[in-house]
T-cell receptor
Framework: GNSVTQMEGPVTLSEEAFLTINCTYT??????LFWYVQYPGEGLQLLLK?????DKGSNKGFEATYRKETTSFHLEKGSVQVSDSAVYFC???????????FGGGTRLMVKP | GAVVSQHPSWVICKSGTSVKIECRSL??????MFWYRQFPKQSLMLMAT?????????EQGVEKDKFLINHASLTLSTLTVTSAHPEDSSFYIC??????????FGQGTRLTVV
């Protein structure tokens, strides 16, 4: 079956530091890949996505590249801000796009 | 992007009572809706998938008689937690998708059973 593995948190960084949150997946076929962000007390918001190999999703300074050869979709940001503090979830959707499989989530804490 | 509204945002209920949570797609027709449960500091666990006009498909280990899901229209799905107990306290999140669209999430409902 499908599965998503992401690095455990919490990840604690200083403001303006470089961020990488690793995500690898196992899936049949050619899934779409997503990063969602959850701010405290809120639901999930789509951060970025990629639907095929070598696609790069980007939004709000965050980027992730769909690497089929390494089955990875690592999230990166060059300079984090305090407002980026949240929990980040990597997820994949099967070919029909009907169901999302989530990773365990990584809590990011950015200190001023 | 599309908007999914979930209501209420939080609810406190007494043990033994039932609680209904609504999930509405405000600007698109949601052919499929998903209900997730999230435990503190953990990921989302899919509880069930519902298609408009059909019975919900529950994931293994989820009691369908306890978590009643109704998807009577293309814009509304409800999750009713029946005879709630403290162990049902959790964060419940719905998501909705239309034909050929990605899934959009509601803001979640924090349920506390006392």
């Amino acid at each position: 079956g499908n599965s998503v593995t992401q690095m455990e948190g919490p990840v604690t960084l200083s403001e303006e530091a470089f961020l990488t949150i690793n995500c690898t997946y196992t899936a049949t076929g050619y899934p779409s890949l997503f990063w969602y962000v959850q701010y405290p007390g809120e639901g999930l918001q789509l951060l970025l996505k990629a639907t095929k190999a070598d696609d790069k999703g980007s939004n709000k300074g965050f980027e992730a590249t769909y690497r089929k050869e390494t089955t990875s979709f690592h999230l990166e940001k060059g300079s984090v801000q305090v407002s980026d503090s949240a929990v980040y979830f990597c997820a994949l959707a099967n070919n029909a796009g009907n169901m999302l499989t989530f990773g365990g989530g990584t809590r990011l804490m950015v200190k001023p | 992007g599309a908007v999914v509204s979930q209501h209420p945002s939080w609810v406190i209920c007494k043990s033994g009572t039932s609680v209904k949570i609504e999930c509405r797609s405000l600007d698109f027709q949601a052919t499929t809706m998903f209900w997730y449960r999230q435990f503190p500091k953990q990921s989302l666990m899919l509880m069930a998938t519902s298609n408009e006009g059909s019975k919900a498909t529950y994931e293994q280990g989820v009691e369908k008689d306890k978590f009643l899901i109704n998807h009577a229209s293309l814009t509304l799905s409800t999750l009713t937690v029946t005879s709630a107990h403290p162990e049902d306290s959790s964060f419940y999140i719905c998501s909705a998708r239309g034909m050929n669209t990605e899934a959009f999430f509601g803001q979640g409902t924090r349920l506390t059973v006392v």
